[in-house]
């Protein structure tokens, strides 16, 4: 009889950390289209706007919000740009553990330089990224993205149509929320917050 005694606490220690567990492995409570488990992880290699070469591993320990699209863009990036950018604004100091990832769909034009103009102009947590023509192509393609360059007018100027979601990858590159520039402000916040929190793994 001592004896059982003896192992009881050793018995409700395992069974807390079991339940610890259960619960540890419950879904968090995303606003935004979960998409754990259903596409690949934070991967690339292209050019930052500094000109630097960069992989998607360069970002490990930030949540990343990566996005296709092009500085000539007359409506939806900027738009989606400046949504981002009061997103950061309201998580204050928590902004710094993330990065926006702005791919280029028009590299011919978007010259590290110019992207980094661009970028800062919205948000300093902004990267632009930039690379030939097949890398940004294979990277569109990995995120299921698309995009398409229309036909120049008279003065040669074009406008590229592309895919307008954001993806949102946690800390260590896993590929978690899909949002929409329309995403609602509130939800982005909330669900940043959650991946922002150093225990969220599950």
């Known amino acids: 009889m ?6 009881l606490p050793a018995l409700l220690l395992i069974a807390g950390l079991l339940l ?5 492995d419950e879904p968090l409570p995303f606003r935004l289209t979960n998409i754990s488990g259903h596409m690949p992880y934070l991967d690339f290699k292209l050019t930052d706007d500094h000109g630097k070469a960069v992989t998607g591993a360069d970002y490990r320990g930030k949540v990343a919000l990566l996005y296709f699209g092009y500085t000539h863009c007359p409506d939806v990036c ?9 997103v950061m604004q309201r998580l204050g100091p928590l902004a710094d553990g ?6 280029s769909v028009d590299p011919a034009r978007d010259t590290p330089a110019v992207m980094h103009a661009y970028v800062n ?3 300093p947590h902004a990267v632009g990224l930039t690379g030939d023509a097949g890398a940004v192509e294979a990277l569109s393609k990995r995120y299921r993205s698309a995009f398409t360059r229309e036909p120049s007018s008279a003065d040669g100027n074009y406008e590229v149509s592309h895919s307008s979601a954001i993806y949102v990858f946690d ?4 590929a ?3 949002a929409t520039p329309s995403a609602s402000r509130d939800d982005l916040v909330h669900d940043l917050h959650l991946l922002l929190d150093a225990g969220a793994t599950s």
């Open 98 to 103: 993330v990065r926006i990832l702005f791919v």
């Open 78 to 86: 900027p738009l989606t740009l400046a949504q981002l950018h009061v």
């Open 121 to 123: 102009a919205f948000d």
């Open 2 to 7: 001592k004896l059982r005694h003896a192992f």
């Open 171 to 174: 800390r260590d590159g896993k």
């Open 20 to 24: 610890g567990g259960c619960r540890h």
């Open 176 to 178: 978690r929320l899909l």
